[in-house]
């Protein structure tokens, strides 16, 4: 048992280290009964979060932000992708004509 717990803690460690999709799937298929495979999971919700809000944000349209709000409606980026998106709803700004 001490065996299988530091490898699971030796595992854990990497995947903290590399903080990348693959390093916590990789730490979820070896140990997917660990108390840190929940915590896994939820590194992972967060990962992805972050990589379709980069999508979002560069994209910097309606039919990139909805996708987005409709994926993490109460996300670390939904109340920005909602001004993001009321904003350019409203369109750009008006030029007010300058005077001689």
């Not at 490898?7 to 298929?29: C, L, M, P």
């Not at 967060?46 to 999508?55: N, Y």
């Not at 039919?63 to 994926?71: H, K, N, T, V």
Request: glycine fraction near 4%.
């Amino acid at each position: 048992m001490l065996v299988a717990c530091s490898g699971e803690r030796r595992d854990w460690r990497s995947a903290e280290a590399a903080d990348t999709v693959e390093a916590y799937d990789q730490f979820i298929e070896r140990h997917p009964e660990s108390e840190r495979a929940e915590q896994a999971r939820a590194r992972l919700a967060q990962l992805a979060e972050e990589r379709e809000w980069q999508r979002a944000n560069t994209a910097n349209t309606p039919e990139g932000y909805r996708p987005f709000l409709l994926q993490h409606p109460n996300g670390k980026w939904a109340t920005e992708a909602r001004i993001r998106l009321e904003s350019l709803a409203l369109g750009p700004p008006e030029q007010v004509p300058q005077t001689p």
